[in-house]
């Protein structure tokens, strides 16, 4: 079993080598407006620290942006791309989530792109490693193994499409892992893309336990009773099928002025109301 989780990683190691070797190959100029912007981000998260959050043009005084802009043939007479004009202060700004421009600030100017997605990608290699440690039988350790080395290779592509797509795999196999492991006891079968769990030596086939059934069938409970959307126009039906399905709900919806009052659903409007 040792073998095996040791070939199985040593697989993983190479899809991970010449990930890393395409990724040292790559220009961070693809004439891409969102990579200019992302890029953009983390140069005002470097030159203000968190005060780079006010992604206002006028901050652009040192000219990083009118360069990046003219070398993938962009009009000058034109408005920035990804700057949005906000009426209210008539500033143009920038309305992207800065967790990419944040992590892009880690590394130094002119090499950021590169390091980000290596760095992404070598955290989903030991997340694969830990998965395929975590697993017991063969069968599970093939499978960790796979969808291991799967999510490596996302890294490349389709991942490379945009920058925000690296952290957010990170985050995503994180997540996953987490969650297999809070609802599973003992640990899970995690990986990066895949939460499924393994079972112990010592627990017979088909056998769990009682508070792990407990917490699936609770769980499972609500995810069903919320599969039903509440319509714009909040069908009465529909929405006590979704208030119902949360716990603690007891059928109130906050939105409604009826239901603040603690009175019924279906009772009839007052008269002259419409």
Sequence with gaps: MHYLKAACGFVCFLVLASNVWSMSHWNESRGVYDDICYLRQAHLFQRFGLSGLDTNLVRDDDHYLAPKLAAIGYPATQPPPCHTLMPATNKRVMQYPPGTGFVLAAFPEGFQVIPLYVVATVVIFALSLFGIYLARTTASIYLTAAFGCLAIYLMIN?????????????????????????????????????????????RPVGEFQVAEFGARRRLWSVFSGCLFAVPENRIVPAGRVVRRAVCGGRGADIGRERDQRGQPVLRPPMAGLT
């Design 158 to 202: 389709p991942t490379k499409a945009s920058y925000s797509m690296a952290p957010t795999m990170v985050a995503c196999a994180l997540a996953g892992l987490l969650t297999a492991w809070f609802f599973s006891a003992p640990p899970a079968l995690a990986t990066p893309a895949v939460g499924g769990r393994d079972r112990p030596h010592h």
